[in-house]
């Protein structure tokens, strides 16, 4: 109970404080929040614009949908990033340190915001144009790089088969047209019929006749057999090529669409409304502004009540003091 009553008569105290210098707290919050809104007010117009970008090259759905995480990240990225940054204000013809560049994903899909704001509304709209292409030919060009290497060393591989297969095809001189195979298998077939029945015979001269015509139909099924298995090699080779190609062929789709000719991002301008920030910066300064007030109102009690507490100490020493001075009463006599 004693706690509780020191702890009331602390708050009362403490209330009672606040009270005598409601001033204040009154008045430094009003100032701080009087001073920011007129901040905010006098501070210069601020345009936004936002374009839309759409990245169609990637799945939406499906277990593959951190391959759509992965292309918005790397948008994000190269549209924040100074090198983009830097070839957009070259491109719009502005300083990118005058605008302040962010991006947003909408949703879980492959679209993407990119927000620009800044004092001149032309600017920040070709700023934030720019960047938004600058960002789709980012992603681009790397690809295209790495894909044109690709198809280099693809190229190389098909060139090195092709050249394998010729060989063979000269050397062996067969044909692997159906017509050709069908033949040779079937002569493949009697030849080695015709050996397990002059083996049956016995008769050891028919069996060395059919032994060569047996090894001479084996090595055209073994030529026909290693060509097809170098034109597989060679089909293969030409596949990846060729998927190579169409890889590298939209990634220069994609770079080129880039183009303000060839692509028309949806970019909306606006002016930012000035009332909703300073409101928020006036309400931010006040409670700034009253934390401030209480701490100052604290210290102020805190010293008060030292200066008290120090006087009521003297007032008790010089109390005690008086009365030791005092001489005691003579006892009376019996």
Do not use: C
């Amino acid at each position: 109970m004693l706690n509780d009553d020191r702890s009331r008569i602390e708050i009362r105290d403490w209330l009672g404080a606040i009270g005598r210098r409601a001033w204040i707290v009154i008045l430094i919050p009003l100032l701080a929040a009087f001073a920011a809104a007129v901040n905010q007010i006098a501070a210069p117009t601020t345009y936004r614009s936002i374009a839309t970008v759409t990245l169609v090259d990637v799945p939406t759905t499906g277990p593959v949908t951190s391959a759509v995480d992965q292309a918005v990240s790397d948008f994000q990225s190269a549209a924040t990033s100074v090198g983009v940054l830097d070839l957009a204000a070259e491109t719009a013809g502005v300083n990118r340190r005058d605008f302040d560049i962010s991006t947003r994903r909408v949703g879980q899909g492959g679209v993407v915001l990119v927000v620009g704001t800044g004092e001149d509304e032309d600017a920040v709209f070709n700023m934030v144009d720019a960047v938004a292409r600058e960002a789709l030919r980012a992603k681009a060009k790397v690809q295209i790089a790495l894909l044109t290497a690709q198809v280099e060393a693809e190229q190389r591989l098909v060139d090195r088969a092709q050249g394998d297969y010729d060989d063979a095809k000269l050397e062996t001189n067969i044909s692997l047209n159906e017509k050709f195979v069908t033949i040779s298998e079937k002569r493949y077939t009697n030849a080695r019929d015709a050996f397990n029945a002059a083996q049956a015979s016995g008769d050891t001269e028919q069996i060395a006749e059919a032994q060569a015509f047996l090894d001479e139909k084996t090595a055209v099924i073994d030529d026909i057999r290693q060509l097809s298995a170098l034109q597989s090699t060679l089909t293969a080779k030409q596949e990846a090529l060729e998927s190579t190609q169409i890889k590298l062929a939209l990634a220069e789709g994609t770079r080129d669409g880039a183009d303000p000719l060839l692509l028309e991002l949806p970019v909306t301008n606006d002016k930012l409304n000035w009332m909703t920030p300073a409101l928020r910066s006036a309400l931010a300064a006040a409670v700034f502004g009253l934390l401030i007030a209480l701490a100052i109102v604290a210290f102020l009690e805190v010293g008060t009540t030292r200066r008290r507490q120090r006087r009521d100490t003297r007032t008790r020493v010089m109390e005690k003091q008086r009365r030791a001075t005092v001489p005691e009463r003579a006892a009376p006599r019996s």
